[in-house]
């Protein structure tokens, strides 16, 4: 069975590589930011932490520097 690959618009949420590659922001940047205390659009799943997309999105959105 083949995996189909959903396109990163459509997922719900994103690794930090997915995250950079959509944001073309880099993923160190994209790391630090999810180490903020008022971070949320942060999802830990143990030591992996996964980005929240729509809320990630409103984030850049928001913001005139990053």
Do not use: W
Request: some cysteine.
């Amino acid at each position: 069975m083949m995996r189909q690959t959903i396109p990163i618009p459509q997922k719900l949420l994103l690794t930090v590589e997915e995250a950079a590659e959509y944001s073309h922001i880099g993923e160190h940047r994209i790391r630090e930011l999810l180490e903020e205390k008022d971070c949320d659009f942060v999802l830990k799943k143990g030591s992996f932490s996964l980005i929240k997309r729509v809320r990630f999105e409103n984030y850049i959105l928001a913001r005139e520097v990053i």
